[in-house]
């Protein structure tokens, strides 16, 4: 059992509501209704569900959609659609049309609410519309021991991140407002936290005198596809490096959380992570852009939106310094993978196997997909005098057996009150303010091949450190090359 002293304090009591903005979107027909349907599976969703969306719509078209969206999901994962358990989640669903902008909206959701004291609001919505919909519950009296839901992007850079937590604050309550990046929700992302604390055998090491190198890839095997319209205002350094590399890069790095009478104490330790990250230098920063994205549909005709990043980036603390951390997320790559490769510094060389240098040893976590962790040793070659590699693996589900999805753990999280998975606004604009440098002076994409690691260029960038090793699961077993 998780040791409740290391979680963050609640910031209320249970919901007694949930109230979804947004209810008839894309985000709700592929994840949240079969997220909800999960959490009354295993006993932990027993409130009503409101949902809010501008299509015509009753309480029963609501219901059908919501039982498509779930059998799909479903027929995904392989398992049975349990019309008991959708009955249950049918039961508590109404739904309330209407503008958002309009405030005669939000007196019928009020309406639907009943006596609720503890509404937690989901906003699945436009970013644009988040600080609308806050004021207007606010101005409808509708926020007092609540909780507001916001998916990201929390912003695009520094300023427009800033705007947007001045905005919210006006009307909330820093612990009231819930960031939700479904990253943060994987239960690989969070095994991080505990294989490092939760083990003695790794503190010792965790440092610049036996540490090299960090490297963390999160590359994926298919391009923008339909998503043209979208992607080409983001990029791949908007989309998944300020958000969810970077909370990967503080999980490695950060301090052991306390307990004690710090309420916050993991969210606090990354903080304290990501004031000590140097800020980013564009001369180690390569843009990547791979053939074949500018005939995408809703690319704009020579756009220079990246689809491929990699970073060189330093924590400036007395555990981390000197040793650089080296991030690259890109489309189109040769597999789909997301992975932490810890790698140790050279042994010297020794009077064994000829006078070999045994080479480094690794630790790598690997994320997506088959969740996992491996060691990378040296060991005898069996009936020779020479090295070779070993690797000692560990598949999570081969341990543990299924684990629940993000958004399954995220909104069982805030219905509970839970803020410790969830982004807070000093911790937003630091990983905003890391970036920056590279958002305001990007060197030019280079292209790339479909199928291949990114641009030439980028092999570069940890060139003085081993270069880039082929993720784990990319090929049969580990590779140090």
């Known amino acids: 059992m998780t040791d409740p002293k290391i979680h963050a304090a609640p910031t209320g009591p249970p919901a007694d509501i949930l109230v979804i903005f947004g209810i008839t979107g894309d985000l709700a027909r592929k994840m949240t209704f079969n997220a909800l349907y999960k959490l009354v599976e295993v006993g932990t969703l027993d409130v009503p569900i409101v949902g809010v969306a501008i299509d015509e719509m009753d309480d029963e078209g609501l219901r059908e959609r919501a039982r498509e969206s ?13 019309e008991k358990v959708f009955r249950k989640l049918a039961d508590g669903l109404t739904y309330v049309q209407g503008d958002y902008k309009d405030p005669k909206t939000y007196e019928a ?93 790794f503190e010792p090491i965790w440092n610049r005198r036996y540490i090299d190198s960090v490297r963390i890839t999160m590359a994926e095997d298919f391009g923008v596809e339909d998503r043209g319209h979208f992607y080409d205002a983001v990029g791949a350094l908007r989309d998944v490096v300020q958000n969810h590399l970077l909370q990967i890069l503080a999980l ?22 990501f004031k000590a990250i140097h800020p980013s230098d564009p001369s180690r920063y390569v843009r990547g852009q791979y053939d074949g994205y500018l005939d995408v549909d809703g690319v704009a005709a020579g756009s220079t939106t990246e689809t491929y990043v990699a970073l060189r980036l330093e924590v400036e603390n007395w555990r981390w310094g000197g040793v650089p951390f080296y991030l690259r997320a890109g ?51 069996p009936g020779q005098e020479e090295l070779r590699p070993v690797h000692l693996d560990l598949l999570f589900d081969e341990q543990f057996g299924g684990e629940p999805g993000p958004y399954e753990r995220l909104l069982g999280d805030a219905l509970r009150g839970d803020p410790e998975h969830f982004a807070r606004e000093d911790m937003v604009e630091a990983s905003w303010a890391i970036v920056q440098p590279l958002i305001n002076d990007p060197p030019d994409p280079e292209v790339y091949e479909q199928g291949t690691w990114g641009p030439e260029s980028a092999a570069n960038l940890p060139a003085g450190h081993g270069g880039w090793r082929k993720p784990w699961g990319s090929e049969p077993s580990p590779s140090r090359v």
Do not use: W
Not at 70 to 82: K, Q, R, V
Not at 148 to 170: C, M, Q, T, W, Y
Not at 253 to 273: F, H, N, V, W
């Open 70 to 82: 779930i059998t799909s999901c479903l027929a995904e994962e392989g398992e049975d659609f349990d």
């Open 109 to 201: 959701v009020k309406k639907a609410m009943g006596e609720a004291k503890t509404p937690v609001y989901y906003l699945e919505i436009p970013p644009s519309l988040f600080g609308l919909v806050a004021k207007s519950l606010a101005e409808a009296k509708m926020t007092d021991g609540g909780r507001v839901v916001i998916e990201k992007p929390f912003g695009h850079d520094l300023d427009s991140a800033r705007a947007l937590n001045a905005e919210l604050s006006e009307v909330l309550s820093e612990n009231q407002i819930f960031r939700i990046d479904h990253f943060l929700g994987k239960e690989p992302v969070m095994d991080l936290l505990y294989l490092r604390f939760a083990n003695t055998i």
């Open 252 to 273: 490695i790095a950060m301090e052991p959380p306390t307990g004690g009478s710090d309420p916050d104490p993991i969210r606090d330790k990354k903080m304290d992570l």
């Open 331 to 381: 489309k189109a790559m040769p597999a789909k993978t997301t992975e932490v490769r810890v790698i140790f510094n050279n042994p010297p060389r020794i009077g064994i196997a000829g006078g070999a240098v045994p080479k480094a040893d690794e630790i790598i976590f690997r994320i997506d997909p088959n969740p996992g962790a491996c060691i990378l040793l040296e060991a005898k070659e």
